[in-house]
């Protein structure tokens, strides 16, 4: 089992409001990343981190932004909701070294914005 | 660059049926290959993986093996289960794109008992 967490794992909020998705490894990974998934079950890139101050965008454009203060945590942030943001979002870390590491994922934070 | 190209689902199996999902590769060098399924409502979770050419990854009964002449990494089952009604994808990483992976569109399985 992986030793990554993801909170909240459901949020239905309102639009205009900010919120943070935590993300948490307990492996001492240095990549993490956010992944979001459309309700069509593809999974898009949009941060990844290969470190402590290490922020980096991904493939699929998001207004999102994320912050990697401390190795464990990879926080993503959404300063204003909007119904477009609805969606899953896997937050995922890996060792630095090498192609075949496996990169483990959280649960999912599921985000509804109404 | 790289990408991944898995066949559309829903697959619909009885219990007990043979299962292919097809997926099939495009990247430069020697990627390594993954499968990852997705329970309802839960994360992703490794299923198998294959670092090399000709490797065989196996988990629960599942297989996959890594074809660098037809650049593919189907999975198999010989028998399913109503538990593995899940979404299944696959995906590589490359040096190339330092590390990424990078996803298949996911295949649906549902097993019907």
């Known amino acids: 089992e992986a030793d990554i967490y993801q909170t909240p794992r459901y949020l239905v909020i309102g639009t205009g409001k900010k919120i943070t998705l935590e993300c948490s490894q307990t492996?001492?990974?240095?990549?993490m990343y956010w992944y979001q998934q459309d309700p069509g079950m593809e999974l898009h890139l949009i941060h990844y981190s290969y470190g402590v101050n290490s922020t980096e965008k991904g493939d699929l454009s998001s207004e999102s932004t994320v912050s990697r203060i401390r190795t464990e945590h990879f926080p993503l942030t959404l300063e204003s909701a909007r119904p477009s943001h609805t969606s899953q979002y896997l937050c995922a870390s890996s060792d630095q070294v090498g192609s075949g590491n496996t990169i483990y994922f959280g649960e999912g934070s599921w985000l509804t914005v109404v | 660059g790289n990408s991944v190209t898995q066949m559309e689902g829903p697959v619909t199996l009885s219990e007990e049926a043979f299962l292919t999902i097809n997926c099939t590769y495009t990247?430069?060098?020697?990627?390594?290959l993954f499968w990852y399924v997705q329970y309802p409502g839960e994360g992703l979770q490794l299923l198998l993986k294959a670092t090399k050419a000709d490797d065989k990854g196996s988990n629960k009964g599942f297989e996959a093996t890594y074809r660098k002449e037809t650049t593919s990494f189907h999975l198999e089952k010989g028998s399913v289960q109503v538990s593995d009604s899940a979404v299944y994808f696959c995906a590589l990483s490359g040096y190339n794109a330092g590390n990424m992976l990078t996803f298949g569109g996911g295949t649906r399985l549902m097993v019907k008992p």
């Open positions: 492996m001492g990974h240095d990549k």
């Open positions: 990247a430069t060098g020697y990627p390594s």
